[in-house]
């Protein structure tokens, strides 16, 4: 992961907004933003920036506006715990937006039952009935899942995520050897792929 | 990602700190909408390049009881008025507590209404005596 900075430098920044520092939440943006928004947009590549940025700062907003929440003691990186902290928001994003599409979709689909012969935008209606049934039957696999990992892995999935390292991240194996990697990846793909089956369903 | 990229990504983290009170930004943007001011004014009040005015909105708010050393701290890393600084945020924390009081006072009335209407019943016989014994004048 190519970072601009020396991690020293982060801690201090951290140190300073512990102290009280008012200006220091300023100096920590121009070292760290860039950064967490490239990560997360190697981690979701097919997501609208806008999402990426709203993730991400909210992520920094929330730290440096209570910077004991990062313990430097548990022995995690500052940038981690941030990028870890802007996924998970970003997740969070993409989690609600499949929920509120599928409300519009029902929406839709209802509105298309009661007048699709006299609307001349019909075609649209069929598509949108049709984008709502695969909302929905995203939305029903996904709660078939309990393991919120397992969800996020079926979600980077459904986006269309085949890289290992995406995966890797998730399953916080990623410092791994590839080889070692790839085989947790396929693991947690296949116990998945596993859980859809019993439960009467498949990605 | 290219520099005004980055400029870009301060700026829209500056917007989202608007919505947050621990934020200069959040004081910035009650001050501005107080004043009826644009952004432009509002850095030419301050003494600020307008393009600074991300930077600065990222900075943490003043607190009560360092005001003045986190003003100067403020001001100094941006080369700004703290006299300045520190009126904009005086008006704004002053409203706020205003608004606060208001909101009290709203509710504190109401429970006087609610006291004034917990009677549902006519004052009996018994009450009008007394109160004539209580007052025997009126």
């Known amino acids: ?203 | 990602m290219t520099r005004p990229h980055e400029e870009r990504l301060l700026a829209y983290t500056a917007q989202r700190a608007r919505a947050r009170p621990e934020y200069l930004a959040w004081v910035l943007a009650r001050y501005a909408e107080l004043e009826h001011i644009a952004e432009g004014e509002l850095a030419q009040h301050l003494g600020i390049a307008a393009h600074d005015l991300p930077r600065l909105a990222l900075c943490l708010r003043p607190r009560a009881e360092h005001f003045a050393a986190d003003v100067m701290q403020i001001s100094t890393k941006f080369s700004i008025n703290p006299a300045a600084l520190a009126t904009v945020v005086h008006l704004v924390d002053s409203v706020e507590v205003l608004a606060a009081r208001d909101a009290g006072e709203v509710s504190t009335d109401a429970g006087l209404l609610m006291a004034a209407r917990a009677r549902k019943h006519p004052p009996s016989h018994d009450d009008h005596e007394r109160r004539d014994h209580d007052h025997p004048g009126s």
Request: charged letters at 30%.
């Open chain 1, 1 to 203: 992961m190519p970072q601009c900075f020396d991690s020293s430098q982060l801690l201090v920044l951290h140190h300073r907004l512990c102290d009280g520092d008012r200006t220091a939440s300023d100096e920590f943006a121009e070292l760290i933003l860039k950064l967490l928004v490239e990560q997360v947009a190697r981690r979701y590549p097919h997501t609208d920036e806008q999402v990426i940025w709203d993730g991400v700062s909210a992520a920094f907003l929330d730290y440096c506006s209570r910077p004991h929440q990062f313990d430097e003691r548990r022995g995690v990186p500052l940038d981690r715990f941030l990028y870890k902290a802007s996924w998970r928001n970003v997740a969070n994003i993409l989690r609600s937006h499949i929920r509120r599409r599928t409300h519009e979709a029902e929406a839709a689909r209802a509105y298309a039952s009661a007048a699709v012969e006299l609307d001349p935008v019909v075609g649209n209606l069929v598509q949108q009935e049709e984008s709502a049934q695969l909302h929905q039957r995203e939305e029903d696999v996904m709660n078939l899942l309990q393991d919120p990992t397992d969800r996020q892995i079926l979600a980077l999935r459904l986006q269309g995520e085949r890289r290992t390292e995406a995966f890797a991240e998730l399953l916080g194996v990623a410092h791994l050897p590839i080889k070692v990697q790839r085989r947790e990846v396929k693991r947690a793909k296949d116990r998945i792929d596993k859980i859809l089956r019993r439960k009467g369903d498949r990605p």
